[in-house]
Structures are given as C-alpha cells and as structure tokens.
Nanobody, 117 residues
Framework: QVQLVESGGGLVQAGGSLRLSCAAS????????MGWFRQAPGKEREFVGV????????SYAGTVKGRFTISRDNAKNTVYLQMNSLKAEDTAVYYC??????????WGQGTQVTVSS
C-alpha cells in the first residue's frame, strides 16, 4: 500500500506560479513511477506528466510542456509539480498517483488549483 498526500494548491493569478507537493508513504518511493493528473469541472481526468523511477526522466502532456516541471526527492519520499506561466485553463483538481509497474494503483486526495484571469 502507498499513501499519497498532495499539498500546495491555491488561488493564483494568470501568469503566476505554484508548486505542488505529493508526499508518499508505505512503500519504497524510489521504486515508484510518479504521475500527476488533473480534472477540471465537467471534464475527464487528464494526464499532466510523469517522472520515472529509473533515471528520473520525465514526460509531459502537450498542454503543459515547457511550463510545468516534475521533480522528485527520494530522500524525502516526495514528488513535486512546479507550475509556471499558469493559465485559466489550468484550473483543476490536481492529483498525484503512484505506479509500481505500468498501472497507477494509488492516488492522492487531490488539491485544488484555481487560476484567475
């Protein structure tokens, strides 16, 4: 089992920045691929990005590439989502998720990000 707790959400003006954190417990963190997802009102949950357990490489959705950066600190069992140049359309509940293998099996409770235009 893995427990995930997100933090760092809030209200920010368009063009601003936020950093989300996701603290993990319950399993060896370094062995997990860690993803970020988001869900806006009335829309389906969408993939934001992932940072892999091996090598720490990351991939991003086209809508956030170049603006968002995922990093991880294995010593702190924490993954981060740095969000810059925020837009109104980035408003959503953001979730982190853990994948021991190919599937995301564990999810956090989500944190609200609201970008005012």
């Amino acid at each position: 089992q893995v427990q995930l707790v997100e933090s760092g959400g809030g209200l920010v003006q368009a063009g601003g920045s936020l950093r989300l954190s996701c603290a993990a417990s319950g399993r060896t963190f370094s062995g997990l691929n860690m993803g970020w997802f988001r869900q806006a009102p009335g829309k389906e949950r969408e993939f934001v990005g992932v940072i892999r357990r091996t090598g720490g490489s990351s991939s991003y959705a086209g809508t956030v590439k170049g603006r968002f950066t995922i990093s991880r600190d294995n010593a702190k069992n924490t993954v981060y989502l740095q969000m810059n140049s925020l837009k109104a359309e980035d408003t959503a509940v953001y979730y982190c998720a853990a994948a021991p293998n190919l599937a995301y099996e564990y999810w956090g409770q989500g944190t609200q990000v609201t970008v005012s235009s």
